[in-house]
């Protein structure tokens, strides 16, 4: 097997695993519905409520819970800078690239 056949299968489950993601990410907020569906009848006999008005009051609840922690994360403790930084520094094409660049800074220094 040729190196661009490798790469294209690399790429390709790349892309699947992507998509898969973003599409986890969705399902969870599905899955909680559910959860709080399932939970109802244990729910109701510490609630007031029904099955339907947990779920009225429940996932939009949610909704803004993961979009508190989201803007916590965001904000506050700088999560999307430090993870790529994590991910730059694991990458081996970004530190091939630096280090050719510093190369070529030594040599513009030496002229």
Known sequence: MDKTKVVGVRDFFIEQKYRFDQGIQFLSI?????????S????????PFRTNQLVLI???????????FGFILERFVKFPQ????????RSPS???????????IELLKDK
């Not at 109802?40 to 609630?47: A, R």
């Not at 970004?94 to 070529?104: A, V």
């Open 30 to 38: 599905l899955n909680f519905t559910l959860l709080v569906i399932a």
């Open 40 to 47: 109802s009848d244990q729910l109701k006999g510490l609630l």
């Open 58 to 68: 429940f996932v939009p609840s949610m909704f803004f819970g993961v979009w508190i």
């Open 82 to 89: 430090a993870s790529e930084r994590t991910r730059i520094k």
């Open 94 to 104: 970004y530190i091939e690239t630096q280090e050719k660049l510093d190369e070529i």
